[in-house]
């Protein structure tokens, strides 16, 4: 703590000097000195602190690419997790559903390359005339792509992703790699739970096995 405050000092003093408003590397919490502020631009959070993740979806599985307590540009990312999901399959996939960040012309052409449609509107004035078909077509692209946006919500609310209060650097990297673990293993759980369910009440005799089946569906998709 003592070695904390006074790197502390020494960027104020420094600051203060030289009549500048931001440093490299500035201390911002005492307890968690790796911790770096992060401007988002958020509507009523326009800075965040904590490590900024990098994560891709894949058949309800969340697989974390990317972690770092400096803030990056995350479009660059977007090879590395292609080419991981062919490595993990043995094939590039159909399509990729990613935010307008991902959105670039290298992004673009090399996933054109390789006969990867990426979702989104085409770089460039948007057209006049829009069909229903390719209105349908983003809609139901938007939909996928929100996968890991819940994914990242139910992290925080129910595998306490926000509430990471380890001390140094690589303890919170573990902890944050843990939690996508656990969340991974209990939707194969649920899935695992639920074939067993479907299994159980396939055959049953009473008149409502339909109606259970049909909850059990919803409930654990």
């Not at 599985?61 to 977007?78: A, K, P, Q, R």
């Not at 043995?90 to 990426?118: F, L």
């Not at 990471?164 to 899935?191: D, G, P, Q, W, Y």
């Amino acid at each position: 703590m003592l070695l904390v405050v006074v790197e502390v000092y020494r960027q104020q003093l420094w600051l203060y000097e030289n009549k500048k408003q931001s440093i490299d590397d500035r201390i911002v919490s005492l307890t968690q000195p790796h911790i770096r502020p992060i401007v988002r631009g958020k509507a009523g959070k326009p800075v965040e602190f904590g490590a900024k993740l990098s994560a891709s979806c894949f058949e309800g599985y969340v697989f974390l690419d990317h972690i770092s307590w400096n803030n990056f540009n995350e479009s660059g990312d977007l090879k590395a997790q292609v080419e991981a999901f062919k490595n993990f399959t043995g094939y590039y996939p159909e399509s990729v559903h990613v935010d307008k960040i991902y959105r670039t012309r290298e992004n673009r052409a090399w996933c054109k390359e390789r006969g990867i449609i990426m979702s989104g509107p085409a770089l460039g004035r948007p057209p006049v005339n829009v069909s229903k078909e390719k209105k349908k077509q983003d809609l139901e692209s938007e939909r996928i792509r929100n996968c890991i946006e819940g994914k990242f919500g139910q992290a925080k609310r129910r595998f306490s992703l926000n509430r990471v209060m380890a001390k140094l650097s690589h303890t919170s990297e573990t902890a944050i790699a843990i939690t996508f673990l656990v969340m991974n293993l209990s939707t194969h759980l649920s899935r695992v739970f639920y074939a067993f369910l479907c299994l159980f009440f396939k055959n049953r005799p009473f008149s409502h096995s339909n109606i259970i089946e049909n909850y059990l569906l919803a409930r654990y998709r």
